[in-house]
């Protein structure tokens, strides 16, 4: 072969790329170096697309030597990007290179107790994941840790567990299949499903059918699967149907949800009565709390499908049952346990002072307002202060006295298990509450309370002595409660990281980050749905000079609300994003926050420049 015909078909002819690595994250610093043609070249145009060909990048590189090297972000779509190399006067790109967008979920903060939170639940979670063969096909969920039925999953627990396994569990529709698969007739919903098929339900239970939505509405927001969802919506429909008919689970007379008298949310009554729900009916916080949210729930996944008729009936039965629930449930500081329908004596003991687990689920889930949240947290506060408990974490405080008689087993005594004992899921939800409602430095000090925790003793049980003891109940307790460990996970991404999916997908996002409460100046998020690629990333960067706030961010969705705070002292005066001036405002809960709106970009960087 000519030198001329090998010069023509080398590398030589066209020049060339490289990256030091084939895969990126969202924001990472992507590093080209470019090789020029054998002719020599002073200059040329780099051009980065997406795997839709969406081109997010376009820059001038100069070269010197015949050599050049430019940077950028990776953002957008994940999966396959392209890098092209076009020289000046051509066309058509003369080379071109891939490499692959991938995201994990990842908070990188430089605060070693905030950083542990999520990898320590991801992996002591994943030791509760079991995987079954049943008869009806394939079903993956999340055990109970403490649960009698080894081999078998309760709904509730592995439901709870969704706000952390959301990030690592990929085959999240087939155990929803399987529930709705055993739906009774009447609309009813199986409390748990064994390995072998074989289903149960516990009589008393009035919340089945809102944790039944509350799961398949979490798994809908995770996969994105429209098509899945029109096929599940009328067994939805059905479940909440049946619980607003039966005359064990309804209250005519309020329009409310009724149970039998139990501990909260908690599946026994006082004394051992088993008469499957039938009467001792009370009217309990948690509850109500659940079916606003599934309700809203409803709502938000019949307006996603087209069905606006049913997306403004459910919408509007939310609000009215909210209120209803209100009037009938606080008490000027609180939730009350619950309200009696049928006359029980507790021979003096006023439940009217119990602080009940649900007020926690009260505050994340929408029942209460703004005013009502921060009068619950600041009465959590109080009352770990005055009892000097080990946490604020009490499914009651107090429990019934066993002077009354009514627990004959050792964990049910005052203090222990549902009847006073300290449960991590409990924690988690006031953790969150605590963001969300303005006491975000009291979010962090129980967040910290809780890695302490971690750290000291492994891992989360179900539940703990007032004293910090951990509890026991049957022989298949373990240290990884995903009922519990979730709660602390959500509060960390959603609370203090303040990442919240409006919609599915993370195709529109509310950013309201928390770091100043902890400190942390700069810090790097990552969120991505395991079964989807649907994510958000942002990294946040505060400067003393010039006294700014910057976010560079990336996501797979449509439109990001930014509620951003800066330090008291200063004043917000502009707000840019990619170079551009946009209106922003303050936010009236909290005035340090700037509050505005964009259109969601490959890469997006936004400035708050304040005096």
């Given at each position: 072969m000519d030198e001329k015909s090998r010069s023509e078909a080398s590398m030589g002819r066209s020049g060339n790329l490289t990256t030091e690595k084939p895969c990126y994250q969202p924001l990472?610093?992507?590093?080209?170096?470019?090789?020029?043609?054998?002719?020599g070249d002073t200059q040329c145009t780099l051009r980065v697309c997406d795997p839709q060909q969406k081109t997010y990048l376009e820059k001038q590189v100069a070269l010197k030597n015949n050599r050049g090297e430019a940077t950028f972000l990776a953002g957008g779509s994940l999966g396959v990007h392209y890098i092209y190399l076009l020289w000046p006067g051509e066309k058509r790109h003369s080379r071109y290179l891939n490499f692959w967008l991938d995201c994990e979920t990842t908070v990188e903060s430089g605060d070693e107790d905030i950083d542990f939170?999520?990898?320590?639940?991801?992996?002591?979670?994943?030791?509760?994941?079991?995987?079954?063969?049943?008869?009806?096909?394939?079903?993956?969920?999340?055990?109970?840790?403490?649960?009698?039925?080894?081999?078998?999953?309760?709904?509730?627990?592995?439901?709870?567990?969704l706000p952390g396994y959301k990030y690592w569990e990929r085959d999240m529709a087939c155990g929803i299949d399987r529930f709705l698969e055993q739906q009774a007739?009447?609309?009813?919903?199986?409390?748990?499903?064994?390995?072998?098929?074989?289903?149960?339900?516990?009589?008393?239970?009035?919340?089945?059918?809102?944790?039944?939505?509350?799961?398949?509405?979490?798994t809908w927001k995770a996969t994105g699967d429209d098509a899945w969802l029109v096929s599940i919506l009328p067994k939805l429909e059905k479940a909440l149907e049946y619980v607003r008919s039966d005359p064990k689970h309804w209250d005519e007379s309020h329009r409310l949800i009724k149970r039998q008298h139990s501990c909260d949310t908690w599946d026994f009554d006082i004394d051992s009565a088993g008469d499957s729900g039938k009467q001792r009916h009370v009217v309990a916080t948690c509850d109500q709390s659940g079916y606003v949210l599934a309700f809203q729930a409803l709502s938000q996944m019949y307006g996603r499908v087209g069905c606006c008729p049913d997306a403004h009936r459910w919408e509007r039965e939310a609000e009215e049952y909210r209120k209803r629930a209100n009037q009938m449930l606080w008490d000027g500081v609180k939730f009350q346990h619950h309200v009696?329908?049928?006359?029980?004596?507790?021979?003096?003991?006023?439940?009217?002072?119990?602080?009940?687990?649900?007020?926690?689920?009260?505050?994340?889930?929408?029942?209460?307002?703004?005013?009502?949240?921060?009068s619950i947290i600041d009465e959590y506060k109080r009352r770990h202060e005055q009892t000097g408990d080990a946490y604020p974490w009490w499914s009651l405080q107090p429990g019934y006295p066993d002077e009354l008689g009514y627990f004959g087993s050792a964990h049910r005594k005052q203090g222990g298990y549902a009847n006073g004992g300290l449960m991590p899921w409990v924690g988690g939800e006031l953790c969150r509450a605590a963001f969300r409602f303005g006491r975000e430095k009291y979010g962090v000090e129980l967040m910290r309370q809780y890695v302490d925790h971690l750290r000291r003793t492994g891992g989360a049980h179900v539940w703990y002595w007032p004293d910090g003891e951990p509890g026991f109940r049957t022989t298949n307790e373990v240290p990884y409660a995903g009922w519990g460990m979730a709660q602390w996970v959500e509060a960390l991404f959603e609370g203090l990281a303040g990442v919240e999916d409006?919609?599915?997908?993370?195709?529109?996002?509310?950013?309201?980050?928390?770091w100043f409460a902890c400190g942390v100046k700069s810090v790097l998020v990552r969120t991505r749905y395991a079964p989807s690629r649907g994510y958000f990333a942002y990294r946040m960067t505060t400067k003393k000079k010039p006294r700014s706030v910057v976010l560079d961010y990336s996501g797979s969705g449509r439109s990001v609300a930014f509620q951003i705070p800066v330090p008291d002292d200063w004043t917000p005066k502009t707000v840019t994003v990619n170079g551009e001036s946009v209106e922003f405002s303050l936010s009236p809960d909290s005035p340090n926050r700037v509050c505005f709106s964009v259109e969601m970009q490959s890469i997006g960087k936004a400035t708050v420049l304040c005096d």
């Open positions: 990472d610093v992507v590093r080209v170096t470019i090789h020029g043609r054998d002719a939170i999520y990898p320590f639940t991801r992996d002591r979670m994943r030791l509760g994941r079991r995987e079954y063969d049943t008869p009806q096909g394939k079903f993956v969920g999340y055990m109970s840790a403490d649960t009698w039925h080894f081999d078998g999953i309760w709904l509730r627990d592995w439901i709870y567990g007739e009447n609309g009813m919903i199986p409390d748990g499903i064994e390995r072998s098929g074989k289903t149960w339900r516990v009589g008393l239970e009035s919340d089945v059918e809102y944790i039944m939505v509350m799961g398949a509405w979490g009696h329908l049928d006359a029980i004596d507790h021979n003096g003991f006023d439940e009217s002072q119990q602080l009940a687990m649900g007020n926690t689920w009260a505050m994340t889930r929408g029942l209460a307002t703004r005013v009502q949240a921060q409006r919609s599915c997908l993370m195709e529109q996002v509310r950013l309201n980050p928390q």
